[in-house]
């Protein structure tokens, strides 16, 4: 394993990066990065700005917002967190967060938090939230990053966030401060950067990780990427169009997965939207095209359905669970 330090607190920067290694570096071994932002919130690849964010707050706060190229739901974090970066060399198309939750839980647990593993890629500590993961895959390469709050602005990432109503019913979540805590709890003493200096030793010796450096002109190249791939204007564009039928359900397991959809008068699909924070790599264009001009019936929606979700899983959906929201 290689460690690469990060020194930038600037999202895009430091999403560029992991996007540089997956698709042009392509390291021949795991690299393990621990990193810090601004205040900033991530919205997950899915996800729609207007449903999960509170732009007035995030605006007069100048909170930077950026969308992930993974799926799952928005975080907040600022330099009072840090964040946690694997990249794997990965034959398998499954997003699995076994083993990097594994990893860091086995380092929190060095240094003398009692972290667990909770639902699907939630870090908890004494039923509290404390870490929260993501994925996404690139051809040979997974990519599993997620967030850690160590003493991180918590009134903040409550006026930011907004709670999606059918989770919170779901969840029986009254605020963010009810289900998430800053592990400064178990530390007391301990600064953000004493806590991040404290688990990157504590990583390195678990993995035995060599570290490695990026050139000048590869960190040249990080701020093109960001400025393509990492655009903030891109979060925020509006989505204009009008639907009549929206169907929304959280699954456990699985999170909020949101479909909405417009018929013409032959009861045709004209226009369709999958939304949520769900975990995939699929492409919701190619999968929301192949419905485009199909039939409104079940038995014709099914098989595509089927189809579409064998080629590009939705992870624990199955088929007939999207068929039946649709419907």
């Not at 530390?187 to 060599?210: C, E, G, N, S, V």
């Not at 038995?299 to 080629?311: G, H, K, Y």
């Amino acid at each position: 394993m290689i460690y690469l330090p990060v020194d930038s607190l600037d999202v895009r920067h430091n999403f560029a990066l992991e996007y540089y290694l997956m698709t042009e570096k392509q390291p021949s071994e795991p690299i393990l990065m621990l990193w810090s932002t601004t205040p900033t919130v991530m919205l997950g690849k899915y996800q729609t700005a207007e449903n999960e964010l509170n732009r007035p707050f995030i605006t007069a706060h100048h909170i930077t917002a950026v969308r992930r190229l993974s799926g799952g739901g928005t975080i907040y974090n600022d330099q009072g967190g840090c964040q946690f970066t694997l990249i794997t060399p990965n034959d398998n198309n499954a997003i699995d967060f076994s083993s990097g939750l594994s990893l860091i839980m086995q380092a929190l647990n060095r240094i003398g938090i009692k972290a667990q593993m909770d639902s699907r890629n939630d870090l908890i500590v004494d039923g509290r939230k404390v870490s929260g993961s993501a994925q996404y895959l690139t051809a040979g390469y997974r990519l599993h990053h997620g967030s850690l709050l160590f003493h991180a602005n918590m009134d903040w990432m409550a006026q930011a966030l907004k709670i999606d109503p059918v989770k919170q019913k779901a969840k029986h979540i009254q605020s963010v401060h009810q289900r998430t805590v800053n592990l400064i709890e178990q530390q007391p003493t301990w600064t953000a950067a004493t806590f991040k200096q404290q688990l990157k030793q504590a990583l390195i010796t678990i993995t035995h990780a060599k570290t490695g450096r990026l050139t000048p002109a590869e960190e040249a190249h990080l701020q093109q990427i960001a400025t393509d791939q990492f655009n903030e204007s891109a979060v925020w564009a509006a989505n204009s169009r009008h639907f009549d039928h929206v169907h929304k359900t959280y699954l456990t397991g699985i999170g909020v997965v949101c479909v909405a959809f417009n018929l013409n008068k032959q009861n045709r699909f004209t226009a369709l939207k999958i939304t949520g924070d769900f975990f995939s790599n699929i492409d919701l264009q190619h999968f929301e095209h192949a419905l485009i001009g199909q039939t409104y019936q079940e038995a014709t929606v099914a098989p595509i359905v089927t189809r579409e979700l064998q080629q590009a899983p939705i992870k624990g959906l199955q088929p007939k669970q999207l068929t039946a929201l649709l419907f």
